[in-house]
C-alpha cells in the first residue's frame, strides 16, 4: 500500500515510496526524513555519493567509525577472502583462529594489562557487557553487594537497558524510565561554557567536578559500588573533552575504594584522538576499555570489551578446578564474527602501515586552527575541540525546540555536499584519519557555508 506521500524524484531506481515507508529509521525525524531523503549509495575514501552520483565529503566517518577512509582496498579485499573460507564459526565452544588473532592483537595495542578481549557486534553491546562483568567480577571475588553503577550526565553508552541507565541523555532514558537499572547515579558532567568557552584541547577548568563520586561514596558506601563508566570523552553530546586532571582523579578514587573504572572508547579508540586509546593519550588505565566503530573502520559490526589480567584471572579462579565450568555466563551468536575479525585484522595493518594513529596526532594543531576559523561566525556560540573530532554550539532560535543542528546538517548535504553530524543545536565533524590539509579547509569552508544557509 502506498502512502499519500510525494515521491523524491532522486532516489534512485531501487527505492520505492513503498520501500520508504516500511523502513523505520533509527533516531530521525522519519516523517521529515522521507519527504527528502538523503540518501547515499557508493562510498570510496573522503567521499560518499548519492543514487545520482554526487560526491559528498565526509566530515564524520559516517558516524565516527570509518577512521580509515571508505572501502579501503586491503579491507575489502580480506572480507571478501574470509566470506568465501569461513562464513560462520560459532562463537560458544568452537572458535577460529582469526578471533584469537584479533584479540591478541587488540591487546597489544592497549596499555597496562588490558590483556583480554570479549567480542561484541556493537557498542551498545559492548557497554552493557562490560557492565555485566563488573557486577559478576565483584559477586566472584565474594563482593556481590557492590550492585551500583555510576555513569554520568551527557554521556552515551548505546541504548541497551544497561547503556541507556548509566547514560545520561534524557530522550533517550524517559521513555523507557520505567525499566531503568535499579541502583544507579550520576556524576555531573565536565561541561561549562562559563568556564571553557571556545578552549581546544583539554579545557583547564573542571578537575574538581570528579570529587563528586567521593560524595556518592560517602552516602552508599564503597562496599555498594560496582563501578564508574565513562567515555573519556564525551562524543555523541557535542564533544566535551576531559578537564586537565579530571580522569586522573576518577582512577585514583575509584582505586582507594576498589571500583572498577570503565572507559567507553567506542568513539575515543583506534585514532581518534591521536593514539590507540584515549587511555594511552591521558596516561590513564582504566579497569575495562569498550570498543566498537573503528576497529574495522566500520566495514563490518564488531566491538568488545578489553579487561586486565586481574579481572579475567578472578574469574577463571572462581571455576578452577571444574574443566565443565563455565567462566561467564554471557555472549552473542556473533562474538567474533569471521567477516568482522578478518576486517579488523585488516584495519588494524593499515592503521599501523599508514601510521593514522601518528597522522592525527600531528594533524591536531592545524585542525584546531582551522575550525577555530568559524569562531566570529553569528551563529557559532561555542567551539570545542579533541584529536580529529569538533563541535560547533549554534544559536537555538528562541522558543523553538533546538533544531540549529538539523537544520545545518540538511543544508550541509544537499546544497553543500559535505556530511555534518547534527545533535540538537550542536554540529559535530570527525573526518576519517585519512583527511589532507587541503580537505580540512574544505570542511571548515563548506560547514561555513551551511552555517550561513541556516544563519
Ligand atoms: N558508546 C559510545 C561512546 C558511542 O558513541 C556509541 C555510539 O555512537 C555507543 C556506545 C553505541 O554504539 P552502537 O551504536 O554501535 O551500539
Known amino acids: ?15 520505492t515510496p513503498n520501500d520508504l515507508d516500511a523502513f523505520w529509521v533509527p533516531f530521525t525525524p522519519n516523517a521529515e526524513f522521507k519527504q527528502r531523503p538523503r540518501l547515499v549509495a557508493r562510498a570510496e575514501g573522503m567521499h560518499y555519493y548519492t543514487p545520482e552520483g554526487r560526491a559528498v565529503l565526509d566530515a564524520t566517518a559516517g558516524l565516527w567509525c570509518a577512521n580509515a577512509g571508505h572501502c579501503r582496498k586491503p579491507i575489502v579485499e580480506a572480507i571478501q577472502k574470509a566470506a568465501a573460507e569461513l562464513d560462520f564459526a560459532p562463537s560458544f565452544q568452537f572458535s577460529h583462529p582469526k578471533a584469537f588473532e584479533l584479540a591478541s592483537r587488540i591487546a597489544a595495542l592497549a596499555p597496562g594489562d588490558l590483556n583480554h578481549v570479549f567480542f561484541g557486534n556493537s557498542g551498545s553491546e559492548a557497554d552493557d557487557t562490560a557492565l555485566k562483568i563488573a557486577l559478576a567480577y565483584h559477586r566472584a571475588r565474594g563482593e556481590g553487594s557492590r550492585t551500583r553503577l555510576i555513569g554520568r550526565e551527557r554521556a552515551y553508552h548505546g541504548v541497551g537497558f544497561g547503556g541507556i541507565s548509566v547514560g545520561g541523555m534524557v530522550l533517550n532514558r524517559k521513555w523507557f524510565s520505567g525499566a531503568m537499572l535499579p541502583g544507579v547515579d550520576h556524576l555531573p558532567h565536565t561541561y561549562s561554557r562559563e568556564h571553557q568557552a571556545f578552549t581546544t584541547g583539554q579545557p583547564e577548568w573542571g578537575a574538581h567536578l570528579a570529587d563528586d563520586l567521593e560524595r556518592m561514596i560517602a552516602l552508599h558506601d564503597a562496599s555498594t559500588i560496582a563501578a564508574v563508566i565513562v567515555e573519556p570523552m564525551a562524543g555523541s553530546t557535542g564533544v566535551l573533552p576531559p578537564p586537565k586532571g579530571y580522569l586522573e582523579r576518577l582512577r585514583e578514587i575509584t582505586s582507594k575504594h576498589g571500583i572498577l573504572l570503565i572507559f567507553d572508547e567506542v568513539i575515543t579508540g583506534y585514532g581518534r584522538l591521536g593514539a590507540s586509546f584515549a587511555a594511552e593519550r591521558f596516561g590513564v588505565v582504566p579497569d575495562m576499555i569498550t570498543f566498537a566503530k573503528g576497529v574495522t ?5 564488531l566491538s568488545g570489551v578489553i579487561a586486565t589480567e586481574d579481572i579475567y584471572k578472578t574469574f577463571a ?20 564474527h569471521p567477516l568482522a575479525c578478518a576486517a579488523g585484522l585488516a584495519t588494524l595493518d593499515l592503521y599501523r602501515d599508514e601510521g593514522l594513529f601518528e597522522r592525527v596526532a600531528g594533524l591536531e594543531a592545524m585542525w584546531a586552527d582551522a575550525i577555530m576559523d568559524l569562531k566570529d561566525h553569528p551563529l557559532v556560540e561555542d567551539i570545542r575541540q579533541l584529536g580529529l573530532t569538533a563541535a560547533f554550539d549554534l544559536a537555538p532560535v528562541p522558543g523553538t525546540p533546538a533544531r540549529r543542528g538539523f537544520d545545518a546538517m540538511r543544508a550541509g548535504f544537499h546544497d553543500h555536499d559535505i556530511m555534518l553530524r547534527a545533535s540538537a543545536d550542536t554540529i559535530c565533524l570527525s573526518p576519517p584519519l585519512i583527511v589532507s590539509e587541503a580537505e580540512i579547509g574544505e570542511i571548515v569552508a563548506r560547514t561555513r557555508k551551511a552555517f550561513d544557509q541556516v544563519a
Open 1 to 15: 500500500e502506498f502512502t499519500a506521500m510525494t515521491p523524491p524524484d532522486d532516489l534512485g531506481p531501487a527505492v
Open 297 to 301: 573502520s566500520a566495514s563490518v559490526p
Open 317 to 336: 579462579d572462581s571455576v578452577a578446578g571444574a574443566d565443565h565450568a563455565i567462566d561467564l555466563f554471557h555472549g552473542y551468536t556473533y562474538s567474533a
